[in-house]
C-alpha cells in the first residue's frame, strides 16, 4: 500500500515498525531497503531509509554520510531508531530519519536515485518512493537499464515509485541520469521511391528544354522584328 497519509506517518512519527509494514512485498519485488522522500512539508524535504532487519548504527551512519558526501544536501535532524513490528516473532528493523533541501528537484522536475544507489548498493532490491508536493511537474527519467542496475517506475498522482535491481555492486559510484535521454537525431525524412526520382529528373528536363525553347524563339522573333 502507497499513499501521502502512511508517508506522513512513517516521517512524523520516524515508526521503524511502520515502514516495515509499508515495505511489505508488492507483486514478486520485495525491497531489502525502502527509501521514502516526502516532498510536500515546506522547504525541506523529509528522507526515510527503512532497512529490513536491525542495523549497526555505525553502518547507517556511513550510508548517510556517502548520501550527504555525494550531494552536498546539509542534511538536519537526523534520528536512528530500531523497533519491533508488534507483530509475534517479527525482528526488529532499523530506521534513517533525516531532512535536507532540494532532494526533490521542483525547477528541474527531477528525482536523484543515484546517491541512494551508491549508499545501499550492497542490497539487491531497493525500493525508492517520491511523495511530490502539489504542483511538481515531473520531468525525469523513468526506466533505466546499465550493466550493474535496472531501474522501473510506476507514477500514480503525485507520487512516483522506483524499484531498482542492483545486478553487479561492483561499481564504485554510478551515474543514473537524471532526465530521459536525448533524441539524437532528427527523424530522417522519408526518401523518395526510385521510380518517383526518375519521373521527377524527366518533368525537369521537360520543363528546362521548353523554357530554352522559348526564350530562343522570343529572342529569334525580335531579332526579325528589329
Not at 85 to 93: N, Y
Amino acid at each position: 500500500m502507497h499513499g501521502v497519509m502512511l508517508a506522513v506517518l512513517v516521517m512524523c512519527l520516524g515508526s521503524a515498525a511502520l515502514a516495515a509494514e509499508f515495505a511489505k512485498p508488492a507483486g514478486n519485488f520485495a525491497p531489502d531497503v525502502l527509501v521514502l522522500v516526502l516532498g510536500i512539508m515546506g522547504s525541506h524535504d523529509h528522507v526515510s531509509i527503512n532497512y529490513s532487519s536491525k542495523m549497526p548504527t555505525e553502518q547507517v551512519q556511513a550510508d548517510l554520510t556517502k548520501v550527504a558526501s555525494e550531494t552536498r544536501w546539509p542534511v538536519a535532524a537526523v534520528k536512528i531508531a530500531t523497533a519491533s513490528v508488534g507483530t509475534p516473532g517479527a525482528q526488529p528493523t532499523t530506521q534513517l530519519v533525516f531532512r535536507a533541501p532540494g532532494v526533490a528537484d521542483r525547477a528541474a522536475g527531477t528525482l536523484p536515485l543515484s546517491p541512494f544507489v551508491n549508499a545501499l548498493k550492497r542490497y539487491k532490491a531497493i525500493e525508492i518512493d517520491y511523495v511530490l508536493p502539489p504542483g511538481f511537474v515531473f520531468r525525469g527519467r523513468k526506466d533505466y537499464e546499465d550493466t550493474y542496475v535496472k531501474v522501473v517506475m510506476r507514477q500514480e498522482g503525485n507520487s512516483c515509485y522506483y524499484r531498482v535491481q542492483v545486478k553487479d555492486s561492483s561499481f564504485d559510484t554510478i551515474r543514473i541520469p537524471l532526465k530521459p535521454d536525448e533524441p539524437k537525431n532528427q527523424a530522417p525524412r522519408p526518401s523518395m521511391p526510385a521510380g518517383a526520382r526518375v519521373m521527377l529528373i524527366v518533368g525537369l528536363a521537360v520543363v528546362g528544354a521548353a523554357a530554352a525553347y522559348l526564350a530562343t524563339a522570343y529572342y529569334a522573333n525580335r531579332r526579325r522584328a528589329g
